[in-house]
């Protein structure tokens, strides 16, 4: 339990949610280098990313409602980097381009997690993402801070190239 409250829930046990906020800014500019009609989309519409405030504080345990889908879902975010929450919450992309280029429909839309994902492309695409996009690379895409001990943050999952299943 140590392990968990020091490493990987810590930045969200503060008694203000300033630094939740902060975290959660890292969103805008992994969707800018990952997927930028999304994010300029998102940024038209003036929709902030606080629609994936519940999904990173719960780590999505209230929204995906398939006991076997959370499971993976939890053991991707025991096992990996703390930010990767967020990494999974920029890949949710479902029928986002489709709604109205307006805040509350784009707010509206987002505060529901798909009902149907398939949850192995989700942690695939997650951990491919931040790949690609390393938690240091963040840092210098613009105005953001990050902690150090959020950039050196090892991981414990590895990826078996063979089988294309993850290990721990």
Same mark, same amino acid.
């Given at each position: ?7 990987? &829930?810590?930045? !969200? ?13 890292? =969103? ?17 519409? *003036?929709?902030?990313?606080? !629609? ?5 504080? @719960? ?10 889908? %959370? %499971?993976?879902?939890?053991?991707? !975010?025991?096992? !990996?980097?703390?930010? &990767?929450? &967020? ?22 839309? +987002?505060?529901? #997690?798909?009902?149907? #994902? ?9 951990? *491919? +993402?931040?790949?690609? &996009? ?9 105005? =953001?801070?990050?902690?150090?001990? +959020?950039?050196? #943050? ?6 078996? @190239? ?7």
């Amino acid at each position: 339990m140590n392990v968990l409250v020091q490493y990987l &829930i810590r930045d !969200f046990l503060y008694p203000d949610i300033g630094r939740t906020k902060e975290i959660m800014s890292y =969103i805008r500019p992994l969707l800018r280098i990952n997927d930028s009609q999304l994010e300029s989309f998102i940024t038209r519409s *003036e929709c902030e990313y606080y !629609f994936s405030l519940s999904w990173i504080l @719960t780590w999505h345990s209230h929204v995906v409602y398939d006991r076997d889908d %959370l %499971l993976m879902l939890t053991d991707l !975010f025991l096992a !990996f980097h703390p930010l &990767i929450p &967020i990494y999974v919450a920029t890949v949710v992309r479902s029928e986002v381009l489709e709604q109205d280029c307006e805040m509350s429909s784009i707010h509206g839309f +987002l505060l529901k #997690f798909p009902e149907e #994902f398939d949850v192995n492309e989700l942690v695939h695409n997650s951990v *491919e +993402l931040f790949n690609k &996009i390393p938690a240091h690379k963040i840092a210098s895409t613009g105005n =953001i801070r990050l902690n150090s001990r +959020l950039i050196s #943050f090892g991981s414990i999952m590895t990826r078996n @190239t063979l089988s294309g299943s993850w290990s721990y």
